[in-house]
């Protein structure tokens, strides 16, 4: 079965540390796989889609096929982006997004 | 910018009533989706919605949900007879195409008592 693992449930950094945010997923086809942001009490909103390749508010993920993860990075942390980050991904044939657990990502000043 | 919206924002209800979840999807868009998210654990899928039928629909949703398009907005999630395990957020959403991103909207909290 398809899978999203996100194995830290807090991650605390410092302004200005480099953010690291882990995502595994197992699935033996090809995949689609998402970075979902939920700042304090807002919606959940796309943060980026692999396919789009692109940089949304300094973030960056990068999709390893070998090691099925999919880790999204930002150099420099900011305080506004303490949220809640959910993995996800839809497989082939299918559009339902399966999340991961989520990581609460605080940035301390 | 075009937003899903949802009601009612907090639904207490007791357990074995009906309860009715709505929501307002973005108007041109045509493939629309309920996800639930009980607490502490992950966001679930639990149905999508295409051309006034279900398309796909995950084990949770079983015989007492149902999903309905009564008109051309809205877009509801009623549950029969609702018992604790129930008790959840849920998150309607909806896309224009299903390769395109899912707009979530702010979520109804349902509280089983």
């Known amino acids: 079965a398809q899978r999203v693992t996100q194995p830290e449930k807090l991650l605390s950094v410092f302004k200005g540390a480099p953010v690291e945010l882990k995502c595994n997923y197992s699935?033996?086809?090809?995949?689609?796989l998402f970075w979902y942001v939920q700042y304090s009490r807002q919606r959940l909103q796309l943060l980026l889609r692999?396919?789009s390749r692109e940089s949304i508010k300094g973030f960056t993920a990068d999709l390893n096929k070998g090691e099925t993860s999919f880790h999204l990075k930002k150099p420099f942390a900011q305080e506004e982006d303490s949220a809640m980050y959910y993995c996800a991904l839809t497989r082939d044939s299918s559009y339902k997004l399966i999340f991961g657990s989520g990581t609460r990502l605080l940035v301390r000043p | 910018e075009p937003e899903v919206t949802q009601t009612p924002s907090h639904q207490v209800t007791q357990m074995g009533q009906e309860v009715i979840l709505r929501c307002v999807p973005i108007s041109n868009h045509l493939y629309f989706y309920w996800y639930r998210q009980i607490l502490g654990q992950k966001v679930e899928f639990l149905v999508s919605?295409?051309?006034?039928?279900?398309?796909?629909k995950s084990e949770i949703f079983d015989d007492q949900f149902s999903v309905e398009r009564p008109d051309g907005s809205n877009f509801t999630l009623k549950i029969r007879s609702t018992k604790l395990e129930d008790s959840a957020m849920y998150f309607c959403?909806?896309?224009?195409?299903?390769?395109?991103?899912?707009?979530f909207g702010p979520g109804t909290r349902l509280t089983v008592l």
């Open positions: 959403a909806s896309t224009r195409d299903p390769l395109d991103t899912q707009y």
């Open positions: 699935y033996s086809g090809s995949p689609e």
């Open positions: 919605f295409y051309n006034n039928e279900i398309s796909e």
């Open positions: 692999h396919i």
